[in-house]
């Protein structure tokens, strides 16, 4: 990529942008910058329309909406799980969309861990999204087990990204689990899920991801990698709206496994309303499912994810990278004054679908930006994410983010804010 900070450059790259008819799909806002997606994703017109679709089977069949219908509801998480399973590189029968980001964690903990003799530890990471740690604590509780003694928190170095060789050498023999993210929500940071699932089963320890910052950015492949189980939420880069219901991949050579948290629809579709008092559960990753479906917050995913099969992953990754490598060309030409510091991975490799820039005036910066149409991320203390996001963000969104960024900084426009967070950040 050139060295070039001209509006007719960003014109250009957009202009041989392969994805850029997606664009329109989307319901980017007039005059605004959204550079948000990596919390959560813009709404779709087939997103839409799709929510509308089942909300007009509802109001046409009511109950008979289970069975009747173009998208019958009793088998809607299977048809979006066929739908997913290619962005996580696994079979139809290993995905299930259901649940929450939380939620499934805790079905797959619940589940996977199982402490026996002195294999009672569970390893995670200092740098992993709160939510992951409440529910791993929580879990370790329910079993009796001090938090303090069975938690091992693998530390970083910087306080930004994670040495994949201190993961390793934290998996000593009293590990029962691991539980990990495979791109850091801070710094944007990708793990090498490959190697470090390789070195946690040459130690017989079971491992997990959570794909929340990466399913829809960043490729997987998790039958190919041998990782256990992944959960992660639909509302982010795949654009499945607030609250989205989530997902999660068993691998299958767990089949059979008994879940840790028992639903009715965990069954197996064939006995289901059969009503006995023994579950027969389903025999793939629909046994991980609990509660009846969220036919409405699963809705939207049917239009978004029409979009990811057309336009394909790698397709999506290679746009991806190059609006963050262009973001950071820019932000390193233009911005070398204002004492950003890129703490995200510069590597290809290693860096997800989005930047992470810290500041010391970062909380109130971020709200200078949204004053001035440019939708970011503030992460406490001192970080701002900024997600171009692939299927709607244009380069030219880029080069006028970093414009308008410039002259917050050169005119101190962010000093009329005070320097702390909002309620939701």
């Not at 959560?40 to 017109?45: A, W």
């Not at 979006?80 to 139809?92: D, H, I, Q, R, T």
């Not at 190059?322 to 204002?338: A, H, Q, V, W």
């Not at 997600?387 to 380069?395: G, I, Q, R, W």
């Amino acid at each position: 990529m050139e060295r070039n900070t001209s509006l007719d450059y960003a014109q250009k790259l957009d202009e041989q942008d392969t994805l850029r008819m997606y664009r329109h799909e989307f319901y980017v806002q007039p005059n605004t910058i959204y550079m948000d997606g990596n919390s959560l994703g813009l709404l779709s017109k087939r997103a839409e329309n799709s929510v509308l679709t089942l909300l007009d089977s509802w109001k046409e069949y009511g109950i008979d909406g289970w069975t009747k219908g173009q998208y019958p509801w009793f088998y809607f998480p299977e048809l979006l799980s066929e739908m997913c399973a290619p962005l996580v590189g696994a079979s139809k029968d290993e995905v299930i969309i259901t649940g929450s980001t939380t939620a499934n964690l805790h079905q797959l903990v619940a589940s996977f861990y199982r402490p026996e003799g002195k294999r009672t530890k569970i390893v995670v990471d200092e740098l992993n999204f709160p939510s992951d740690i409440y529910a791993i604590s929580s879990q370790l509780s329910l079993h009796g087990l001090d938090v303090k003694d069975h938690m091992i928190m693998v530390k970083s170095r910087d306080g930004y990204t994670l040495e994949e060789e201190d993961i390793i050498n934290a998996l000593t023999d009293d590990v029962a689990l691991i539980v990990l993210p495979s791109v850091l929500y801070r710094s944007g940071q990708v793990l090498d899920i490959q190697l470090l699932t390789e070195a946690a089963h040459k130690r017989n320890i079971i491992i997990g991801f959570d794909l929340c910052h990466s399913i829809g950015s960043v490729p997987h492949e998790l039958d190919k990698w041998d990782v256990d189980f992944a959960f992660w939420c639909n509302y982010k880069h795949l654009n499945g709206g607030p609250g989205a219901t989530g997902g999660l991949y068993v691998n299958r050579k767990h089949f059979g496994r008994k879940p840790g948290l028992a639903g009715w629809f965990g069954s197996d579709k064939e006995k289901q309303f059969d009503m006995s008092t023994q579950m027969v559960p389903a025999a793939d990753a629909g046994a991980y499912q609990i509660g009846t479906p969220h036919i409405l917050s699963s809705a939207p995913l049917l239009g978004s994810l029409e979009m990811f099969q057309e336009a394909g992953m790698e397709a999506i990754r290679e746009k991806s990278l190059r609006l963050t490598d262009y973001l950071m060309m820019l932000i390193d030409l233009e911005l070398g004054e204002y004492n950003f510091v890129i703490s995200n991975p510069r590597e290809s490799e290693k860096r997800g679908g989005h930047i992470f820039l810290v500041h010391e005036e970062a909380a109130r910066i971020c709200k200078a930006l949204k004053e001035h149409q440019v939708i970011p991320d503030f992460r406490s203390p001192n970080g701002i994410r900024l997600a171009p996001v692939a299927l709607y963000n244009s380069f030219e969104d880029v080069w006028n983010t970093v414009q308008i960024l410039k002259r917050i900084m050169e005119e101190e426009l962010y000093r009329k804010y005070e320097n702390k967070r909002d309620v939701v950040a």
